[in-house]
């Protein structure tokens, strides 16, 4: 009897862990889902012209929500420089211009793809930021076109960003974008999730981890994570936008 309340105690026990581990929030990492170490750093030798590197937000909610239909994000990025470095320029007119975007999301190991059996559109708007010229600020929507069930304490990918390596080294026909090798930090400091009927909701904090980094991403004296104020949408303005 005693080793069978033993077991039902440990039992209880890794149940109530479980319940713990899997808190209500958003995440960021390298490749897919996975909110490991693993997926913490990026390392790059500014040797190839030719890679892509996937950012993938992911999320979970705390209960079940019938008609999930979007999500808009904010990140903010800080480079370990005085300015944004040239490699690190992706809005109009930037030297890499467009080599960043936002990509449709497809099978990512670590979590369940709520954009799956429908039409999907992910888009994004780089934004310079109050705090300093060294920090961009980043927006990205992904929506669908149709009504999705999320389950609670799910993990969900939520949007994936593509940087490709264009500019990285000179293969002898010049248009090096010089920075590639700066470290750079990555926040997700919002995620709201919206549904066809009832409130968005908004996290402003980390399931497990919401920042990754680029070649260490230690910026001076400062490390990863970072972070500005947000300013929230409606679902009707996430619309809007794409009409």
């Known amino acids: 009897m005693q080793k069978l309340l033993v077991a039902a105690l440990a039992a209880t026990l890794l149940t109530a862990a479980a319940a713990h581990a899997a808190v209500p929030g958003s995440n960021l990492g390298w490749t897919n889902c996975g909110i490991t170490p693993t997926s913490e750093n990026r390392v790059f030798a500014c040797d190839d012209n030719a890679a892509t590197f996937n950012l993938v937000g992911s999320f979970r909610v705390a209960n079940a929500i019938a008609d999930f239909v979007a999500v808009s994000g904010a990140l903010d990025i800080r480079v370990n420089d005085a300015g944004t470095p040239a490699w690190w320029s992706f809005s109009t007119g930037g030297c890499r211009e467009g080599a960043m975007a936002a990509s449709s999301v497809g099978t990512l190991g670590g979590c369940t793809n709520p954009y799956s059996g429908s039409n999907q559109l992910g888009a994004l708007v780089i934004e310079p930021s109050s705090l300093g010229p060294n920090y961009q600020r980043i927006r990205v929507d992904q929506i669908r076109d149709t009504p999705f069930a999320l389950t609670a304490n799910t993990l969900y990918s939520a949007f994936m960003l593509q940087i490709n390596s264009s500019g990285s080294f000179d293969e002898g026909f010049g248009g090096v974008c ?26 402003e904090s980390a399931d497990v981890r919401s920042w990754a980094t680029y070649n260490g991403g230690q910026v001076g004296a400062d490390i990863c994570p970072i972070g500005t104020p947000t300013h929230n949408r409606t679902w009707g303005q996430i619309k809007a936008l794409y009409r």
């Open 178 to 203: 010089a920075g590639c090798a700066t470290a750079a930090c990555f926040v997700l400091n919002s995620l709201e999730v919206f549904s066809n009927a009832d409130p968005s909701i908004t996290f």
